[in-house]
T-cell receptor, first 113, second 114 residues
Framework: GDSVTQMEGPVTLSEEAFLTINCTYT??????LFWYVQYPGEGLQLLLK?????DKGSNKGFEATYRKETTSFHLEKGSVQVSDSAVYFC????????????FGKGTTLSVSS | DAGVIQSPRHEVTEMGQEVTLRCKPI?????LFWYRQTMMRGLELLIY????????DSGMPEDRFSAKMPNASFSTLKIQPSEPRDSAVYFC????????????FGSGTRLTVV
């Protein structure tokens, strides 16, 4: 079945460092891909999305490109801040309507000043 | 819009008791999802509804779990009887059309069964 694999955390960085969180997927058809962020004690928030191959999603300095050839959707940010400390989830939904999001296990990011 | 509203935020109950979690989706959203989050298993989809009709409940762990959506603005997830292994954060989410445009999540209910 469809699945998402994320790099294991935690990821610990200093402020202004470059961030990459790897995400690969397995899916039949043409899924839409998402990154969600969860701050402590809160629900998940949609960070960015891409709905077709070669699309780039971006938001708040984060970017991810839908790579069909490598079945990947890696999250990147050029300069992280302490406020970016959170858990990041990669997710997909299959192309047809009526299917639910499938999440990866999440990657914890901790940024220190 | 106030977003997806879940209640209560925290629930502590004794083993064997009935627990009811509540969710109010965003007005106009036609999909509603219940997820459970634990350290060991991550985010698990329990059940989802489309236009108040349950579509897939294959993630509901046992018969002790049940979910209803009596109308477009309200859903409940009930556990009866509760067990310590049910301790988790339960999230409700809603979306328009399907997951293709992303979901809006509630803040979750942290359930502790002692």
């Amino acid at each position: 079945g469809d699945s998402v694999t994320q790099m294991e955390g935690p990821v610990t960085l200093s402020e202004e460092a470059f961030l990459t969180i790897n995400c690969t997927y397995t899916a039949t058809g043409y899924p839409s891909l998402f990154w969600y962020v969860q701050y402590p004690g809160e629900g998940l928030q949609l960070l960015l999305k891409a709905t077709k191959a070669d699309d780039k999603g971006s938001n708040k300095g984060f970017e991810a490109t839908y790579r069909k050839e490598t079945t990947s959707f890696h999250l990147e940010k050029g300069s992280v801040q302490v406020s970016d400390s959170a858990v990041y989830f990669c997710a997909l939904t299959a192309g047809q309507a009526g299917t639910a999001l499938i999440f990866g296990k999440g990657t914890t990011l901790s940024v220190s000043s | 819009d106030a977003g997806v509203i879940q209640s209560p935020r925290h629930e502590v109950t004794e083993m064997g008791q009935e627990v009811t979690l509540r969710c109010k989706p965003i007005s106009g959203h036609d999909y509603l999802f219940w997820y459970r989050q634990t350290m060991m298993r991550g985010l698990e989809l329990l059940i989802y509804f489309n236009n108040n009709v349950p579509i897939d409940d294959s993630g509901m762990p046992e018969d002790r779990f049940s979910a209803k959506m009596p109308n477009a603005s309200f859903s409940t997830l009930k556990i009866q009887p509760s067990e310590p292994r049910d301790s988790a954060v339960y999230f409700c989410a809603s979306s328009l059309v399907s997951g293709a445009y992303g979901y809006t999540f509630g803040s979750g209910t942290r359930l502790t069964v002692v």
